[in-house]
C-alpha cells in the first residue's frame, strides 16, 4: 500500500521553502534551455538552409516553406496594398504552391547526392546546403 510521504517542511518558514525551490529550478531550466539551444544550432541551421522563401511575382506575399514543402511562413509584404482579400488569398495560395515545388526539387536534389557514389558522402550535401543558405540570405537582403 503507497502512503503519501510526511514532510518536515511544518518545520521550516514557508516563503523561504519556496523562494528556494523556484530560484532552484528557475537556475536549472534556464541553464537546460542554454544547453539544448547550443545543441540544437546545427540542426537549425540546416533546417534554415534547407527551407525555401519565395516572393510572389509583384513581392506581394512572401511564403517560406520547409524542405519537404510544408508552408512554415506567410508575410504580406507593403506592395500588397489595396489588393482585394480574395486575390490576396489566391495569391497566397499560388505563392505557396510554387515554394513547396521549389523545396521538393531542392529535397530531391540533396537526397540524389546521397546516392552519388563518385563523390564523397555528404560532402556535395552540404556544399548545397551552404549554397541554399547563401542564397537565402541574399534573397532576405532583397539582393539577386
Known sequence: MSETPRSDAGDRDPAQAEAFDLAGLMSDFEKQMAALR?????????????????????????????FAGALVDVEILPAAGAIAPDDLAALIVATSERA?????????????????????????????????????????????
Open 38 to 66: 547550443e545543441r540544437a544550432q546545427p540542426l537549425r541551421a540546416m533546417i534554415d538552409a534547407a527551407s525555401i522563401r519565395v516572393e510572389s511575382d509583384g513581392h506581394e506575399v512572401a511564403v517560406t516553406a520547409t
Open 100 to 144: 513547396a515545388t521549389e523545396a521538393r526539387e531542392r529535397n530531391r536534389d540533396l537526397v540524389a547526392g546521397f546516392f552519388d557514389y563518385n563523390a564523397r558522402p555528404g560532402e556535395r550535401e552540404f556544399r548545397r546546403i551552404e549554397q541554399a543558405a547563401a542564397e537565402r540570405v541574399r534573397r532576405q537582403r532583397g539582393e539577386s
